[in-house]
């Protein structure tokens, strides 16, 4: 028998389960797996020998269409660092010695910056010590910051969900005539990919956000004060996205609270927004409150990009075709070929090129005073949001797979 085993780790998206989706159906279609395993909560599923029979599942016609429409993850997920293999060689022992037991030979993970790590650790250990399992990445976040490919699945629908909410902020707060100023907090601790998305709410007649700020640009108080005091010179209402991860030119982020990190030693970051909301009470004297966008941009399916949803199937078949060639230690990318018209290709990297790495906003995507973006990142992002997908409502609410079989 050879079987198969999928897992999802890190944050929830609006299209992991429809690269899960791209996975089991290209598996399945193969003719080559007997049994497609799906390990609960990411790598502890394999761990704690918590795994589901996705085959199963197959019986039921709509279950693939469904899964590709459902956000978060069908399988759950975990925030689980791995251990390097000379630090504790018995976890790779007892992963690799559970796939032998299950007649596994090819494990796929789908998740971002943190779960290639695991890909990586994975599959080097198989190199060295002749394990016949191929490992391969499928790549997933809304942070869009994933080196070797043009884009990650979740980011178009979360860049689609920045859009449409800072088009309705800015109607909002368009209405009133005194001076007032909103700023939006929008994730992205390493990179402004997301907070950038903002950018496709700008109309000619005026709305949208009059300023964006990202991390790729040091951000300095007194500029950003300018910054607005000029624009309240012209209009009464001003609109700003920033990222939360803004820092200035020492590195040190504007942040309320920036002191505790993850498992990962990744800074756990609030408050850059109400920071900026105290400084301009202050020093200007106008209304202003702040708004942090928060969970919302991750999962936020009702406003899901066709795009997104398409291209993050493809990754996950392509991640499977990848591995029956005899591939691991890869992740499966996007290429894109032209953006008029859009289209692009899919193939894998290697994974050593992609892990523990940072894709950010290139400085030519960014305006010249670090305050909005260019013409380049609105083409960028343009064709990313595009399409929207077949939502099934019930009762005025979205219907989508239930996750009570996470904790049966």
Same mark, same amino acid.
């Not at 100023?181 to 709305?207: C, F, K, P, S």
């Not at 030693?265 to 301009?280: C, F, N, R, V």
């Not at 290697?350 to 305050?371: C, D, F, M, Q, T």
């Not at 595009?386 to 239930?402: A, F, H, R």
């Given at each position: 028998?050879?079987?198969?085993?999928?897992?999802?780790?890190?944050?929830?998206?609006?299209?992991?389960?429809?690269?899960?989706?791209?996975?089991?159906?290209?598996?399945?279609?193969?003719?080559?797996?007997?049994?497609?395993?799906?390990?609960?909560?990411?790598?502890?599923?394999?761990?704690?020998?918590?795994?589901?029979?996705?085959?199963?599942?197959?019986?039921?016609?709509?279950?693939?269409?469904?899964?590709?429409?459902?956000?978060?993850?069908?399988?759950?997920?975990?925030?689980?660092?791995?251990?390097?293999a000379y630090d504790d060689a018995d976890t790779y022992e007892k992963i690799f010695a559970y796939f032998e037991r299950h007649d596994i030979v090819s494990f796929f993970y789908i998740g971002g910056n943190d779960?290639?790590?695991?890909?990586?650790?994975?599959?080097?250990?198989?190199?060295?010590?002749?394990?016949?399992?191929?490992?391969?990445?499928?790549?997933?976040?809304?942070?869009?910051?994933?080196?070797?490919?043009?884009?990650?699945?979740?980011?178009?629908?979360?860049?689609?969900?920045?859009?449409?909410?800072?088009?309705?902020?800015a109607y909002d707060t368009s209405i009133y005539p005194l001076k007032s100023v909103t700023i939006v907090e929008i994730m992205g601790r390493d990179a402004g990919w997301l907070t950038a998305a903002a950018a496709?709410?700008?109309?000619?007649?005026?709305?949208?956000?009059?300023?964006?700020?990202?991390?790729?640009?040091?951000?300095?108080?007194?500029?950003?004060?300018?910054? +607005? #005091? *000029?624009?309240?010179?012209?209009?009464?209402?001003? @609109? =700003?996205?920033?990222?939360?991860?803004?820092?200035? &030119?020492? !590195?040190?982020?504007?942040?309320?609270?920036?002191?505790?990190?993850?498992?990962?030693?990744?800074?756990?970051?609030?408050?850059?927004?109400?920071?900026?909301?105290?400084?301009?009470?202050?020093?200007?004297?106008?209304?202003?409150?702040?708004?942090?966008?928060?969970?919302?941009?991750?999962?936020?399916?009702?406003?899901?990009?066709?795009?997104?949803?398409?291209?993050?199937?493809?990754?996950?078949?392509?991640?499977?075709?990848?591995?029956?060639?005899?591939?691991?230690?890869?992740?499966?990318?996007?290429?894109?070929?032209?953006?008029?018209?859009?289209?692009?290709?899919?193939?894998?990297?290697?994974?050593?090129?992609?892990?523990?790495?940072?894709?950010?906003?290139?400085?030519?995507?960014?305006?010249?005073?670090?305050?909005? +973006? #260019? *013409?380049?990142?609105?083409?960028?992002?343009?064709? @990313? =949001?595009?399409?929207?997908?077949?939502?099934?409502? &019930?009762? !005025?609410?979205?219907?989508?797979?239930?996750?009570?079989?996470?904790?049966?």
């Amino acid at each position: 028998m050879k079987n198969c085993i999928v897992a999802q780790s890190g944050g929830p998206t609006v299209a992991i389960n429809a690269s899960l989706a791209g996975v089991i159906e290209q598996a399945a279609s193969s003719g080559q797996y007997d049994k497609i395993y799906g390990s609960l909560h990411g790598i502890l599923g394999i761990l704690n020998d918590d795994i589901i029979d996705l085959s199963a599942r197959l019986s039921d016609d709509t279950f693939l269409e469904a899964l590709q429409i459902t956000p978060a993850m069908y399988l759950g997920s975990c925030r689980y660092k791995l251990p390097k293999a000379y630090d504790d060689a018995d976890t790779y022992e007892k992963i690799f010695a559970y796939f032998e037991r299950h007649d596994i030979v090819s494990f796929f993970y789908i998740g971002g910056n943190d779960s290639m790590d695991t890909v990586l650790q994975l599959s080097r250990y198989a190199s060295e010590h002749n394990k016949n399992v191929t490992i391969m990445g499928v790549p997933k976040t809304i942070d869009n910051d994933l080196c070797l490919t043009d884009h990650t699945p979740g980011f178009g629908s979360a860049a689609k969900y920045i859009a449409t909410t800072m088009t309705e902020i800015a109607y909002d707060t368009s209405i009133y005539p005194l001076k007032s100023v909103t700023i939006v907090e929008i994730m992205g601790r390493d990179a402004g990919w997301l907070t950038a998305a903002a950018a496709l709410a700008q109309t000619t007649y005026g709305l949208g956000p009059d300023f964006i700020y990202l991390p790729e640009v040091p951000f300095d108080t007194e500029q950003f004060l300018s910054d +607005v #005091t *000029e624009k309240l010179n012209t209009k009464p209402n001003v @609109l =700003i996205a920033i990222s939360e991860g803004i820092r200035d &030119k020492e !590195g040190a982020y504007i942040s309320a609270s920036s002191t505790t990190t993850d498992s990962f030693g990744h800074s756990q970051l609030s408050g850059a927004g109400k920071t900026l909301e105290h400084l301009i009470a202050h020093r200007l004297g106008v209304k202003v409150r702040s708004i942090e966008l928060n969970l919302p941009q991750r999962c936020a399916a009702h406003l899901s990009s066709m795009t997104d949803i398409t291209e993050s199937v493809e990754l996950g078949r392509a991640a499977v075709s990848y591995a029956l060639q005899g591939a691991t230690g890869q992740m499966s990318t996007i290429k894109r070929m032209s953006d008029e018209p859009y289209h692009v290709c899919y193939q894998a990297e290697k994974i050593e090129l992609i892990a523990n790495a940072v894709k950010s906003v290139p400085r030519n995507y960014i305006n010249e005073a670090g305050n909005n +973006v #260019t *013409e380049e990142m609105i083409q960028y992002l343009q064709p @990313l =949001i595009v399409g929207e997908p077949n939502v099934t409502y &019930k009762d !005025g609410i979205p219907q989508y797979l239930p996750l009570n079989h996470l904790y049966a």
